[in-house]
């Protein structure tokens, strides 16, 4: 078994909608909880990083961690185009381990 | 603005042969990372350099090698490709935002093929 699991997706969704992207965990250990997104044949980049369970918000996106679950989400509000990309959620156990998911795919149509 | 560059993008290599991937910083960051990216596998870490003169393995080594040639440097070696080799590879460096969390900025990866 995995310690992140993901679903690959696609996920597709219109132009406005809300979009819930999903991680699931194994490890407890694991401290801190990341978002990066990939655009195509780009690299990642750090969207948001969250410790303690609850939600952390910035502009559309909100992080929640559910540690009692083992369970984190990241909610798009107001979904554009533009945020079409793979989201990848990534965890921290300690000082450079990081345990990142596979990544969920995501297609934002006009 | 530079960030971390990698080349090349694309290469192409018979089984057997060997080739170096390059990678630099421009961000002054102690911190370098080799990572790996397949389809249902997720990035996977090959070796990293917390500083200068120092690397670790990560959880896939084995068939790598690397070089910490300076701060900004970091390479990667196939010495003997293998087709289970073939992946998306991408070179990363990080500074510490704080409490033990690390941002780490990618570069835009180089995709290998080993025929």
């Known amino acids: 078994q995995k310690e992140v699991e993901q679903d690959p997706g696609p996920l597709s969704v219109p132009e406005g909608a809300i979009v819930s992207l999903n991680c699931t965990y194994s490890?407890?250990?694991?401290?801190?909880f990341m978002w990066y997104r990939q655009y195509s044949r780009k690299g990642p980049e750090l969207l948001m990083y969250?410790?303690?369970?609850g939600n952390k918000e910035d502009g559309r996106f909100t992080a929640q961690v559910d540690k009692s679950s083992k369970y984190i989400s990241l909610f798009i509000r107001d979904s554009q185009p533009s945020d079409s990309a793979t989201y990848l959620c990534?965890?921290?156990?300690?000082?450079?381990?990081?345990?990142f998911g596979t990544g969920t795919r995501l297609l934002v149509s006009p | 603005n530079a960030g971390v560059t990698q080349t090349p993008k694309f290469q192409v290599l018979k089984t057997g042969q060997s080739m170096t991937l390059q990678c630099a910083q421009d961000?002054?960051?102690?911190?370098m990372y080799w990572y790996r990216q397949d389809p249902g596998m997720g990035l996977r870490l090959i070796y990293y350099?917390?500083?200068?003169?120092?690397?670790d393995k990560g959880e896939v080594p084995n068939g790598y090698n690397v070089s910490r040639l300076n701060k900004r440097e970091f390479s990667l070696r196939l010495e003997s490709a293998a087709p289970s080799q073939t992946s998306v590879y991408f070179c990363?460096?990080?500074?510490?935002?704080?409490?033990?969390?690390?941002?780490?900025?990618f570069g835009s990866g180089t995709q290998l093929s080993v025929l």
């Open positions: 990363a460096s990080s500074v510490i935002l704080g409490q033990g969390v690390e941002k780490l900025f």
């Open positions: 490890n407890s250990a694991f401290q801190y």
């Open positions: 969250t410790y303690s369970s």
């Open positions: 990534a965890m921290i156990q300690g000082f450079q381990k990081l345990v």
């Open positions: 961000m002054n960051h102690n911190s």
């Open positions: 350099s917390a500083s200068e003169g120092t690397t």
